[in-house]
């Protein structure tokens, strides 16, 4: 499995493409990079004492968990549409 790495919003206007442009999901993850490294420890801490107490099986559950949702937004496809307007947005 693989996450997302692109994706496309395009935006019509009475049925004309007004916009058209691609983002690297690549340079969004850099971005949060830091914030995961963050609360990473915070989050294994959780983890750990919510299995101390009978919540869960294993504490690094949930990150295979993460992943495998992360990775299965992959094909998403969302269209919103008004009178004149329309936004599609496609994840890669």
Do not use: D, H, Q
Request: hydrophobic fraction near 60%; aromatic fraction near 18%; charge should be positive.
């Amino acid at each position: 499995m693989m996450p997302p790495m692109l994706m496309k919003i395009a935006i019509y206007e009475e049925g004309v493409r007004k916009m058209n442009f691609w983002i690297p999901l690549v340079l969004i993850y850099l971005l949060l990079l830091p914030l995961f490294v963050f609360l990473l420890p915070f989050l294994i801490v959780l983890g750990v004492i919510a299995w101390g107490f009978g919540v869960g099986n294993n504490p690094f559950s949930w990150m295979v968990w993460i992943y495998e949702l992360w990775c299965a937004t992959k094909g998403t496809i969302i269209e919103t549409k008004s009178k004149n307007e329309r936004v599609y947005i496609r994840i890669f």
